[in-house]
DNA sequence: TATTGTTATACTCTATAACTATA
DNA sequence: TATAGTTATAGAGTATAACAATA
């Protein structure tokens, strides 16, 4: 019955509430990316992590975890699958022994590259302004504490 | 090591996706949403539940969860916990009896008149004319499909 | 003593299939 | 036969506590 569904989606007043769509946009975001990137063995999570290991300076876990918002404890999973894979290394951090960084191989560089061209720019539909002050405002937002 | 992780945060190509701010951003909100429900005895989910039975016309269960995008199995718990509550009420739809209608009751509606007073805007601390196009933007995305 | 990574565990959330009653 | 709601269940995601190595 989708008449329906379209009467409450326009009239309620949740479909005006901004944690509401925020939720409900980066879940379909998500829905989306997840999608683009299962040929590649990859979900959302797992190419994020990715991401960070292919920066020139390589982050610890624990600073992955902090970033992502994650227990520590599912880092670990998700480094153990990508290491699994030989996308990226574990090495001690020579300045502090007990933390290990993560950094992509040669290989998890080609399939980030890969990646990163399925993964759907949400912006891409918007108009260039809408799009410019999107991304301000959801930096400021994401940010925050 | 907050300056490290810092770095990480400005520098790396992640901080700028559209995908990973939008679920960075919702998660903040959600997380503060879920605190400041907590004392009613509410989370994100069931307040929106709750906010959809308050509507003049009240929806289905079906209707629910198309637009909260949960299984119908989903909705069927949190209705049963508002219900047990005595916060909602289910009524089959006259049109079709298959289909059952989750109507606020009045403690319902009171106890929703407070929950809407504690969920912060995540608007409140934008710039208005930001605010705005994020709210007309945010629907753009949140209901394409 | 405090912190990083790890393991184990439990709890929540999500997804699927099968059943019932209505259509 | 198809759909709404329900139930049961398994899988994914999340959160917590305890431990070894290092600081």
Redesign the interface.
């Known amino acids: 019955?989708t008449t329906?569904?379209a009467?409450?989606?326009r009239?309620?007043?949740?479909?005006?509430?901004?944690?509401?769509?925020?939720?409900?946009?980066?879940?379909?975001?998500?829905q989306r990316?997840n999608r683009m990137l299962e040929p590649l063995g990859l979900k959302?999570r797992s190419y994020?992590v990715l991401?960070?290991a292919?920066?020139d300076?390589p982050?610890?876990q624990?600073?992955?975890a902090?970033?992502l918002?994650l227990d520590p404890s599912q880092v670990v999973a998700l480094v153990d699958e990508l290491e699994g894979r030989g996308l990226v290394s574990r090495a001690p951090d020579p300045r502090d022994r007990r933390a290990k960084v993560v950094a992509a191989t040669a290989q998890g560089r080609s399939v980030y590259d890969e990646a990163r061209g399925r993964?759907v720019?949400?912006?891409s539909?918007?108009d260039p302004d809408?799009a410019a002050?999107?991304?301000?405002?959801?930096?400021?937002?994401?940010?925050?504490?």
Chains 1, 2 share one sequence.
């Open positions: 019955m329906a569904e009467e409450v989606t009239g309620s007043a949740l479909a005006h509430n901004a944690s509401f769509l925020l939720t409900r946009a980066s879940v379909l975001a998500a990316d959302v994020s991401s960070l292919i920066e300076v982050p610890t624990r600073e992955i902090e970033f918002r993964v720019d949400v912006m539909h918007l809408d002050t999107l991304q301000r405002v959801l930096e400021q937002l994401a940010f925050e504490e």
